[in-house]
């Protein structure tokens, strides 16, 4: 028990003090699974959208792959993302591994189908007969298309915040991809793996004690959205 | 008078799933008129329907409205905001009353003080005054409904459609609604689609009405002359006439004819207004609420048509009871509570059924020997 109070009290005195290199990790953990979950955002909700509105054939097989998606381990993500930036690789040549946008880019491919099933679960269970209503008041299909983002937008934003979730915890990645670099790809995840395997508990638990406080404003913030507009 | 056309389709087919599930070589709606789709579950109303609102474009075949086709997506877009639709289940936004009845004013781009204005105006005409800052979630069935017809007569669409509006609501909300929803109808002049599988509905609400079956209008015409001329057995049960009678013609005289009906004692005849050779066989169906029971033959009676016969079932149906009889042939009458208490109708009481010869209508003739 002493151990987690002297990581909570470390934590709270590296935030009072706004330790520059623990600033820096944190603020890197915002920016890049901040970016990774709005491209997210943008690609999952953009195939949630397409698998929702279309008949296609293997239309089930597409939903199936997407739902499968969201349980992609990190570290296999890690590991296709390593050998697609490899140096030999075919994305070599942008010369991205070990950078920050490796880690946006892994992270992305973890959250985008947590965005999109999730999404497409949200839009799917839209009464039916919406769209045509829809339609129906007059709506072009851009108006149609946002008034059902704004119908479903509860579990939508749920969605959001699994996939921000999904990739602010996640380590395997990021660590692959990103390589732990001080000063450039580390992570409040992958430099509390580090503090804990040379036996830093302290400054592990206190990179924890922020990285729980940085989800839960995040996460506050989205559901303050998400309940905002909703009459009583 | 004739007046305008305002929707006019031709050769309409739907093909789903490699089968036609519609097929309307001709329908015109005219303005001002509210047109009733009947017909049972599957029948093909819905997807008539929503081929005429340009919600579902048809396989093939041709739609104009004011006189104009219906080619491109965008022609369909520009139709769809003269018109609008209300389904069966209400489909409100997850949004205030208000909110939802100003949606579709906000889609079409009306400014925001007109919108205003409308949105009070409609919610005041269907009794939503008060619930205007209330969540649509937490509305009663009734209410739901009212607010989407709100919607829907806020944006003074040149065609409503209303594909089983009142389907879903209990049996006192939906007589309030349906006439009120008659009253909006007369007052606005709205030009209206009204799909339902009730007759009573129909014959409240409809001025012309199309009886569809596997994908066709199998009879379309003024509501009098489908309700009391139908064509074929089909229509004739599906609009309320519960009573058809297969004979013989044995004389026809100066505009009457009179029937033996096929099964029953042979003494029997039915009188009808019409003409037909004798030995010819005939259809004829009277319609519940033309049947007149008492306890004896009544002689002061106009009525042409007076058979002893047996109650064999009572019924109870909204306000009036349905009576069965056998009278040597099936028979049925429709009675108020007040009848039925007076006459002490229950299964086994010998009556006397009437009805005028005017009442008969002759549904279908064939030959001598055909089989109807």
Same mark, same amino acid.
């Given at each position: 028990?002493?151990?987690?109070?002297?990581?909570?009290?470390?934590?709270?005195?590296?935030?009072?003090?706004?330790?520059?290199?623990?600033?820096?990790?944190?603020?890197?953990?915002?920016?890049?699974?901040?970016?990774?979950?709005?491209?997210?955002?943008?690609?999952?909700?953009?195939?949630?959208?397409?698998?929702?509105?279309?008949?296609?054939?293997?239309?089930?097989?597409?939903?199936?792959?997407?739902?499968?998606?969201?349980?992609?381990?990190?570290?296999?993500?890690?590991?296709?993302?390593?050998?697609?930036?490899?140096?030999?690789?075919?994305?070599?040549?942008?010369?991205?591994?070990?950078?920050?946008?490796?880690?946006?880019?892994?992270?992305?491919?973890?959250?985008?189908?947590?965005?999109?099933?999730?999404?497409?679960?949200?839009?799917?269970?839209?009464?039916?007969?919406?769209?045509?209503?829809?339609?129906?008041?007059?709506?072009?299909?851009?108006?149609?298309?946002?008034?059902?983002?704004?119908?479903?937008?509860?579990?939508?934003?749920?969605?959001?915040?699994?996939?921000?979730?999904?990739?602010?915890?996640?380590?395997?990645?990021?660590?692959?991809?990103?390589?732990?670099?001080?000063?450039?790809?580390?992570?409040?995840?992958?430099?509390?793996?580090?503090?804990?395997?040379?036996?830093?508990?302290?400054?592990?638990?206190?990179?924890?004690?922020?990285?729980?406080?940085?989800?839960?404003?995040?996460?506050?913030?989205?559901?303050?959205?998400?309940?905002?507009?909703?009459?009583? | 008078?004739?007046?305008?056309?305002?929707?006019?389709?031709?050769?309409?087919?739907?093909?789903?799933?490699?089968?036609?599930?519609?097929?309307?070589?001709?329908?015109?709606?005219?303005?001002?008129?509210?047109?009733?789709? /009947?017909?049972?579950?599957?029948?093909?109303?819905?997807?008539?329907?929503?081929?005429?609102?340009?919600?579902?474009?048809?396989?093939?075949?041709?739609?104009?409205?004011?006189?104009?086709? $219906?080619?491109?997506?965008?022609?369909?877009?520009?139709?769809?905001?003269?018109?609008?639709?209300?389904?069966?289940?209400?489909?409100?936004?997850?949004?205030?009353?208000?909110?939802?009845?100003? &949606?579709?004013?906000?889609?079409?781009?009306?400014?925001?003080?007109?919108?205003?204005?409308?949105?009070?105006?409609?919610?005041?005409?269907?009794?939503?005054?008060?619930?205007?800052?209330?969540?649509?979630?937490?509305?009663?069935?009734?209410?739901?409904?009212?607010?989407?017809?709100?919607?829907?007569?806020?944006?003074?669409?040149?065609?409503?459609?209303?594909?089983?509006?009142? &389907?879903?609501?209990?049996?006192?909300?939906?007589?309030?609604?349906?006439?009120?929803?008659?009253?909006?109808?007369?007052?606005?002049?709205?030009?209206?689609?009204?799909?339902?599988?009730?007759?009573?509905?129909?014959?409240?609400?409809?001025?012309?009405?199309?009886?569809?079956?596997?994908?066709?209008?199998?009879?379309?015409?003024?509501?009098?002359?489908? /309700?009391?001329?139908?064509?074929?057995?089909?229509?004739?049960?599906?609009?309320?006439?519960?009573?058809?009678?297969?004979?013989?013609?044995?004389?026809?005289?100066?505009?009457?004819?009179?029937?033996?009906?096929?099964?029953?004692?042979?003494?029997?005849?039915?009188?009808?207004?019409?003409?037909?050779?004798?030995?010819?066989?005939?259809?004829?169906?009277?319609?519940?609420?033309?049947?007149?029971?008492?306890?004896?033959?009544?002689?002061? &009676?106009?009525?042409?048509?007076?058979?002893?016969?047996?109650?064999?079932?009572?019924?109870?149906?909204?306000?009036?009871?349905?009576?069965?009889?056998?009278?040597?042939?099936?028979?049925?009458?429709?009675?108020?509570?007040?009848?039925?208490?007076?006459?002490?109708?229950?299964?086994?009481?010998?009556?006397?059924?009437?009805?005028?010869?005017?009442?008969?209508?002759?549904?279908?003739?064939?030959?001598?020997?055909?089989? $109807?």
């Amino acid at each position: 028990m002493d151990l987690i109070w002297e990581g909570l009290r470390q934590a709270l005195e590296l935030l009072l003090r706004l330790d520059p290199e623990v600033l820096q990790i944190t603020l890197l953990s915002l920016k890049v699974s901040g970016i990774a979950t709005l491209l997210s955002v943008v690609l999952g909700l953009g195939l949630a959208l397409g698998v929702a509105l279309n008949e296609f054939p293997g239309k089930r097989l597409v939903i199936a792959l997407m739902n499968t998606g969201m349980g992609l381990p990190p570290v296999v993500v890690g590991l296709f993302v390593t050998v697609l930036l490899w140096r030999n690789g075919p994305l070599g040549f942008l010369g991205i591994l070990y950078t920050p946008l490796a880690i946006i880019l892994a992270q992305s491919v973890i959250a985008t189908p947590i965005i999109a099933g999730l999404g497409l679960a949200a839009l799917q269970h839209l009464p039916p007969g919406l769209r045509l209503q829809i339609l129906s008041l007059g709506a072009t299909r851009s108006q149609m298309i946002w008034l059902l983002l704004r119908e479903a937008r509860l579990p939508l934003l749920a969605a959001v915040m699994a996939g921000f979730g999904g990739v602010i915890s996640e380590v395997g990645a990021s660590i692959m991809v990103g390589g732990n670099l001080k000063g450039s790809t580390r992570v409040l995840t992958t430099a509390t793996v580090m503090e804990t395997s040379r036996g830093n508990f302290e400054i592990a638990f206190a990179l924890s004690f922020i990285l729980l406080v940085l989800a839960f404003t995040v996460n506050a913030v989205l559901t303050h959205l998400q309940q905002r507009s909703r009459p009583r | 008078m004739t007046r305008q056309t305002l929707l006019q389709a031709r050769h309409l087919r739907v093909r789903r799933g490699g089968a036609q599930v519609l097929e309307v070589p001709a329908l015109d709606l005219r303005a001002g008129e509210v047109l009733a789709l /009947m017909g049972p579950n599957g029948a093909g109303k819905t997807t008539l329907m929503l081929t005429l609102a340009g919600l579902l474009p048809p396989t093939a075949g041709e739609l104009s409205f004011r006189g104009t086709q $219906l080619h491109s997506h965008a022609d369909r877009q520009a139709f769809r905001r003269r018109i609008t639709m209300v389904f069966q289940d209400p489909l409100l936004f997850d949004a205030t009353v208000a909110q939802n009845i100003a &949606s579709g004013l906000k889609l079409r781009g009306v400014p925001a003080a007109e919108r205003q204005a409308r949105v009070a105006d409609w919610a005041r005409r269907l009794g939503l005054g008060d619930l205007l800052n209330r969540s649509a979630r937490q509305l009663s069935g009734g209410e739901a409904q009212r607010t989407a017809l709100a919607r829907a007569f806020v944006l003074n669409p040149d065609i409503l459609f209303l594909d089983e509006p009142f &389907s879903s609501l209990d049996a006192a909300t939906r007589e309030g609604l349906i006439g009120d929803l008659g009253d909006l109808l007369a007052q606005t002049g709205t030009t209206a689609v009204l799909s339902t599988h009730d007759q009573g509905e129909a014959a409240r609400l409809a001025h012309r009405l199309a009886v569809m079956q596997q994908g066709r209008i199998v009879q379309m015409g003024g509501l009098r002359e489908v /309700m009391n001329h139908p064509e074929d057995p089909f229509v004739a049960a599906f609009v309320g006439m519960e009573t058809l009678l297969k004979g013989q013609v044995v004389r026809c005289h100066e505009g009457l004819l009179s029937l033996r009906p096929r099964k029953g004692p042979g003494d029997r005849e039915v009188v009808a207004v019409g003409e037909a050779q004798p030995g010819q066989t005939i259809l004829v169906g009277v319609r519940p609420e033309h049947v007149f029971l008492s306890l004896h033959t009544d002689n002061t &009676s106009s009525a042409r048509n007076a058979f002893p016969g047996t109650v064999t079932k009572v019924i109870p149906q909204g306000p009036f009871f349905k009576v069965e009889l056998d009278c040597g042939f099936f028979l049925v009458a429709y009675v108020t509570a007040q009848s039925l208490s007076e006459l002490g109708l229950a299964p086994g009481r010998r009556v006397v059924a009437a009805f005028k010869a005017t009442a008969v209508h002759v549904i279908r003739k064939g030959g001598p020997d055909a089989e $109807l």
